[in-house]
């Protein structure tokens, strides 16, 4: 487990914080594709309000179709490298 990752994310280290990085990953790769056509349950609306708030992402006329920023760029990456490590 990335330890400084798991508390900049601000997740707890006992339950699967692994696995709530996967679906954090998961869904900043939507907000990267724009593949948001299935994704209007509270779940995603949740999400990418997180991640507007958390300037990873932002939005112009609706929120549902949110892109990435640079920070959420960067996040993905780091998400990403600490998941391959774990593999």
Known sequence: MNEPLRLKLGLCG??????????????????????????????????VSWANYNQLAEHGTTIRCS????EGEALLKE???????RD
Do not use: Q
Request: charged share 30%; proline share 7%.
């Open 14 to 47: 006992c339950g699967n914080p692994e696995d709530i990085m996967a679906y954090i990953r998961d869904m900043l790769l939507v907000l990267k594709t724009g593949d948001w056509r299935d994704h209007e349950d509270m779940p995603y609306m949740f999400f």
């Open 67 to 70: 892109w990435l920023t640079p």
């Open 79 to 85: 998400i990403e490298e600490a998941l391959d490590e």
